[in-house]
């Protein structure tokens, strides 16, 4: 089974600074997804950012990137320039592909705030 | 495009009750994943849905059932609820294997 760690339940980060979230994963897999989602107070997820296993490549989206480390299985997400809309939490999910159907797994979150 | 949507957003229920949530999945995505999130906590996999088969489930008891209709639409019903059940029941869809996209919610409460 696959296992998807949070280590920081809450961070918090100055407007226009960057901060970077941490997420590891526990896999035997090699055809996954990881993801991002962003849940504001508002509670619906919203997708921020997806990886591709296979893809070397860190993905990216405007201000928010990925540090992928297939080898170690951590996948870290960095905001840079944060703004006051970004004051959410933050869960990082795992995909397998390998199987006939395809939950996500979600870690416990990080709890970000974003201090004007 | 039309994108996820739940029904109700709220609900209140007793212990013992039974519930029917419903789910309208984006355009285009013949697949349906359901989640319960407690609180503080990630959201936990119920269960799968594609084209109209339940297509894998998580560790919940039979008392938590699906269907998902011709135009992928989908329920989830809970008999004999639970104080525990209280929680956000999220629904997923998605096209295939493909990034799920989630709806509001619905906030349900067992008193």
């Known amino acids: 089974a696959q296992t998807v760690t949070q280590s920081q339940p809450e961070m918090s980060v100055q407007e226009a600074e960057t901060v970077t979230l941490s997420c590891t994963y526990d896999?035997?897999?090699?055809?996954?997804?990881l993801f991002w989602y962003k849940q504001p107070p508002s509670r619906q997820m919203i997708l921020v950012i997806r990886?591709?296993?296979?893809?070397?490549q860190n993905a990216t989206e405007n201000r928010f990137s990925v540090n992928f480390q297939k080898a170690a299985k951590s996948f870290s997400l960095k905001i840079s320039d944060s703004q006051l809309g970004d004051t959410a939490m933050y869960f990082c999910?795992?995909?397998?592909?390998?199987?006939?159907?395809?939950?996500?797994?979600f870690g416990k979150g990080t709890r970000l705030s974003v201090i004007a | 495009e039309t994108g996820v949507t739940q029904s109700p957003t709220h609900l209140i229920k007793t212990r013992g009750q039974q519930v029917t949530l419903r789910c309208s999945s984006q355009?285009?995505?013949?697949?349906v994943s359901w989640y319960q999130q407690a609180l503080g906590q990630g959201p936990q996999f119920i269960f799968q849905?594609?084209?109209?088969?339940?297509?894998g489930r998580g560790n919940f008891p039979p008392r938590f059932s699906g269907l998902q209709f011709p135009n992928y639409s989908s329920e989830l019903n809970v008999n004999a609820l639970e104080l525990d059940d209280s929680a956000l029941y999220l629904c997923?869809?998605?096209?295939?294997?493909?990034?799920?996209?989630f709806g509001p919610g619905t906030r349900l409460t067992v008193l």
């Open positions: 997923a869809s998605s096209s295939n294997t493909d990034t799920q996209y």
């Open positions: 896999t035997s897999e090699s055809n996954y997804y």
């Open positions: 355009s285009g995505h013949n697949t």
């Open positions: 849905y594609y084209r109209e088969e339940e297509n």
């Open positions: 990886q591709e296993a296979y893809k070397q």
């Open positions: 999910a795992f995909m397998n592909l390998n199987s006939g159907n395809t939950p996500l797994v």
